[in-house]
């Protein structure tokens, strides 16, 4: 993975200060290369923050005991906070022309980072390397790819984010555990990983599997730092452009708040489902494990369904709005789940709507970043639009998996109060959703 210190494929002439709106190829060998090596991203940051779960476990009952579970939820919401908010940061470095030394960059500190985990024993070491420097390498590589990715779809925008989101449903899946003092036979790893952690596992343990999960990372970033590229027409010289109509543009704000109430609630079951299922069923690693297998299974066929859907007929918002609502449904169906048959039915359900959530956002967020009718120097705002709702929905992903955790030691261990918590978040998020594509193209029947 070779740092480009040139930036020679990014540099711009000095006359250039507007970014040109052209029209995105939309397909060809080059675009649906960005959407293959989005997949890889997408598999190496959102993959390795949804596999949170199984370190969540793991923590609780072996490594950090004396711990809550909020306290231990912080590394996992930082990571994903710092998936999500990096990009504004990374938005004006793009526009800047930096945008191969953010994408290298990125991707040699999350090798790295993942790498300096498997040294780490105390709450505080995690939290600095798995959770604030893995987050940040992860919002390098991901904010640079999906707005490279998107600058290169317009109508198949909801194909090409699907098959790039899709990479967090065969990633997340990755990491072995073990958990109340006993390696699990059943691995977190149903599609790509299976072969790998259970032949390592046994014979090196739990931090050698883990610097053997940072070569795959590093194997599986090499093709995308070897041919993802900058559009030279996306390049921008000198500072961004605030847009400060964004925050009187009232269909991109109830948009904007939407996302932050479903993504709020929506990642607290991929975090605390495994917890759940060992302390308040009292099922043993292998049958509790096999529930987050069973999510992320149905979550990869989640991430591409919908998607295909949207680009069809509805478009991303209203393929998105049956999705959060049917999210919200599944985690209030959760307080009544009390037995193992149930709550794998729940974990299937569950994962696969709130697929539709995760891979359909990227999709929303840019058909409302682009003002309706709007081309040239409102396209050129576009950016910073984007980086408005990623630093946003950053916010809610931080404070809502800690929030779950603090009700759930409130509540004795009971989970109820975070349950209803989540799934009161996500519910509210569908309603304001609603809510934008009435005031962006009223009731009537139109794909939006």
Known sequence: MELNASNSIDDVAPETTDLI????????????????????????AQGLNQSYGVFQAYYQGVLLPDK???????????????????????????????????????????????????????????????GIITGAAMGLIFGTGVVVLMSYFSKRMGLATGIASSGGAVG????????????????????IYPAVAKQLVFKIGFPWTLRAIALIALLTLLPPNLFVRQRPTWKRKGPPQMDWAMFRDIPYLLMTAGLFF??????????????????????????????????????????????????????????LIPSTFLTSAC??????????????????????????????????IW?????????????????????????????????????????IKSMDGRYLGAQLFAGTSVFVGGVLLVLARGAREGWDPVRV
């Open 331 to 364: 985690l209030f169906f959760w307080i009544g789940s009390t037995n193992h048959t149930a709550l794998i039915l729940l974990a299937c359900f569950y994962g696969f709507c709130a697929a539709g959530i995760q891979g359909l956002y990227n999709a929303c």
């Open 262 to 319: 479903a993504f709020w609630g929506v990642y607290f079951g991929f975090y605390f489902i495994v917890a759940y299922a060992q302390t308040n069923l009292h099922l043993g690693p292998t049958p509790s494990i096999t529930l987050l297998i069973l999510l992320n299974a149905t979550n990869l066929p989640g991430r591409l369904l919908p998607n295909i859907l949207s680009d069809a007929c509805l478009g991303p918002l209203n393929t």
């Open 21 to 44: 709106d052209d029209e995105p190829p939309d397909g060809g060998t080059l675009a649906w290369l960005h959407a293959l090596a989005g997949h890889l991203v997408v598999f190496n």
């Open 367 to 407: 058909e409302f970043a682009m003002p309706k009718g709007g081309g040239g120097e409102q396209a050129g705002k576009a950016g910073i639009r984007i980086a408005f709702v990623f630093a946003v929905v950053g916010v809610a992903t931080l404070t809502g998996a800690p929030l779950g955790g603090v009700l």
């Open 68 to 130: 809550s579970p909020a306290t231990i939820a912080w590394i996992g919401s930082f990571q994903v906070f710092l998936l999500f908010f990096m990009l504004i940061l990374v938005n004006p470095l793009i526009d800047k022309g930096y945008f191969r030394l953010c994408f290298n960059g990125g991707s040699l500190l999350l090798v790295l980072s993942v790498l300096v985990t498997s040294w780490c024993t105390k709450w505080w070491h995690l939290l600095l390397v798995q």
């Open 172 to 191: 997340m899946t990755i990491s072995p555990s073990r958990i109340a003092g006993a390696w699990s036979t059943e691995f977190t790893g149903g599609m």
